[in-house]
């Protein structure tokens, strides 16, 4: 239908919103093949004879254009998988270079003001690692949920900031350490390398199987999730044997 109404156009990705809702919708995103416009047409999963929203090269307004360019960005569903590869390794490298350099601040400022720092060390410990966790409890939200609950992508990003100011006041509350961090660490990693597990449990679909690479991303993630824990405890034994021979 798409394709119908914006001939000379490929379709760059899609999406559905509120995919176990009546109101579900599909949104359809595309560019011109020379690269000079884009669009995005909606559709009514249930009734998908026409687009409930179609806008596309010039009738589509700047602000509707700046949203769909921060959706690629957000997504990084451009270029090549060379392209996204790079994109999603820049992405982790920045995170951990931006927690490492606030780290290195907040120790350079702790004997000017150690009342200071201490809170915001737990601020920053509570709010920046503990949406670690946060995200492994809305994956697993994600998994468990019923299919048949009501507003389910609601309640699942409910979930996920629950979870993310329960434990970032516990932070605050208990304090922060390497101990705290090896804890969030390891919660996290345990929640999202169950994932994969419970796909095979619910629904036989385990990332070895052939049906799971009909999407090879989510294969892919799925075999991740499963050496997550593998790796962290090869660091953390590895992390005991230099302390015991300090000792």
């Known amino acids: 239908r798409t394709l119908e109404r914006a001939p000379g156009v490929t379709i760059s990705d899609l999406s559905i919103e509120q995919p176990f809702d009546e109101g579900a919708q599909l949104h359809v995103h595309f560019k011109e093949k020379s690269g000079s416009g884009m669009g995005e047409a909606k559709y009514s999963v249930h009734v998908a004879d026409e687009p409930v929203y179609f806008a596309g090269g010039d009738s589509m307004a700047i602000g509707i254009r ?3 360019a921060a959706f690629t960005l957000h997504f ?46 737990r601020l920053f410990d509570g709010f920046g690692l503990g949406l670690l966790p946060a995200i492994g409890a809305f994956a697993l939200a994600n998994r468990l949920l019923p299919d048949s609950t009501p507003e ?13 100011v329960v434990i970032a006041l516990l932070v605050l509350a208990i304090g922060t350490g390497p101990k705290c961090r090896r804890w969030l660490l390891s919660g996290t990693i345990a929640m999202l ?16 199987q052939a049906q799971s690479w009909y999407v090879p991303s989510v294969a892919i993630v799925s075999w991740l999730l499963l050496a997550l824990p593998i790796l962290w405890v090869v660091y953390l034994l590895k992390f005991r044997a230099v302390d015991s021979a300090n000792l």
């Not at 350099?101 to 915001?120: H, M, N, S, V």
């Not at 389910?152 to 993310?164: N, Q």
């Open 66 to 68: 700046i949203l769909m």
């Open 76 to 121: 990084g569903n451009f270029g090549g998988y060379g392209m996204r590869i790079l994109y999603t390794v820049g992405g982790i490298f920045l995170a951990v270079l931006t927690y490492a350099g606030a780290r290195l601040w907040i120790l350079r400022k702790q004997r000017e003001k150690p009342r200071w720092t201490t809170f915001l060390e």
């Open 152 to 164: 389910r992508g609601e309640v699942e990003i409910l979930y996920f900031h629950i979870a993310w």
């Open 193 to 208: 390398a169950a994932v994969p597990v419970i796909d095979g449990l619910a629904h036989h679909i385990w990332p070895w």
